[in-house]
T-cell receptor, first 118, second 111 residues
Framework: DTEVTQTPKHLVMGMTNKKSLKCEQH?????MYWYKQKAKKPPELMFV???????INESVPSRFSPECPNSSLLNLHLHALQPEDSALYLC?????????????????FGPGTRLTVT | GQSLEQPSEVTAVEGAIVQINCTYQ??????LSWYQQHDGGAPTFLSY????GLEETGRFSSFLSRSDSYGYLLLQELQMKDSASYFC????????????FGKGTKLSVIP
């Protein structure tokens, strides 16, 4: 199974709502990622989890709160979002690599959640 | 910070060969990856170059020159389904490594 699943596929929320995005993988990957992608732009890294611990937070506003309850699941909790937060939110997973130039650094992406904030 | 430059758009004819270039200025660089993304779809991994030289995977090849901070993706025998956005991405960090994507190249394959 080389699939990363994300739910929901689409989400419309008001600026006062609280919602959560979910991501799941069963490839045994111990690194999981959240990206934000605006239309016609590249994915931008938001958070990285390694062995269920937050290792990188790319200065993301606190209205986005990640959570990694176990090695297969990754959540992104949303609260008091702004209309400019509307975007495609992508989850990805990968093996944890030792670094260096050898090997393959492949990330597997889920289909994303299309978020609209009204 | 990390910076990767690639052309914004390329158009090529079905059956032809196209090369998408990527130049980079990064720190902590391990290698260069390439991802394909169809409209409305998720990025999918195409290739990775950690060492200088050419990597070939079917119709796709990728090249890296560390001394020139330059790489390219070569697509041969173009098919209509190859119409998509192609991103180069630098790989940096250890453990849970990071990808920093270039702005992407929109490839249109025409009959």
């Amino acid at each position: 199974d080389t699939e990363v699943t994300q739910t929901p596929k689409h989400l419309v929320m008001g600026m006062t709502n609280k919602k959560s995005l979910k991501c799941e993988q069963h490839m045994g990957h111990r690194a999981m990622y959240w990206y934000k992608q605006k239309a016609k732009k590249p994915p931008e890294l938001m958070f990285v989890y390694s062995y269920e611990k937050l290792s990188i937070n790319e200065s993301v506003p606190s209205r986005f709160s990640p959570e990694c309850p176990n090695s297969s699941l990754l959540n992104l909790h949303l609260h008091a979002l702004q209309p400019e937060d509307s975007a495609l939110y992508l989850c990805a997973s990968s093996q944890v690599r030792a670094g260096g130039t050898s090997g393959t650094y492949e990330q597997y992406f889920g289909p994303g959640t299309r978020l609209t904030v009204t | 910070g990390q910076s990767l430059e690639q052309p914004s758009e390329v158009t090529a004819v079905e059956g032809a060969i196209v090369q998408i270039n990527c130049t980079y200025q990064t720190s902590g660089f391990y290698g260069l990856s390439w991802y394909q993304q169809h409209d409305g779809g998720a990025p999918t991994f195409l290739s990775y170059n950690g060492l200088d030289g050419l990597e070939e995977t079917g119709r796709f090849s990728s090249f890296l020159s560390r001394s020139d901070s330059y790489g390219y993706l070569l697509l041969q025998e173009l098919q209509m389904k190859d119409s998509a956005s192609y991103f180069c991405a630098d790989v940096s960090g250890a453990g849970s490594y990071q990808l920093t994507f270039g702005k992407g190249t929109k490839l249109s394959v025409i009959p």
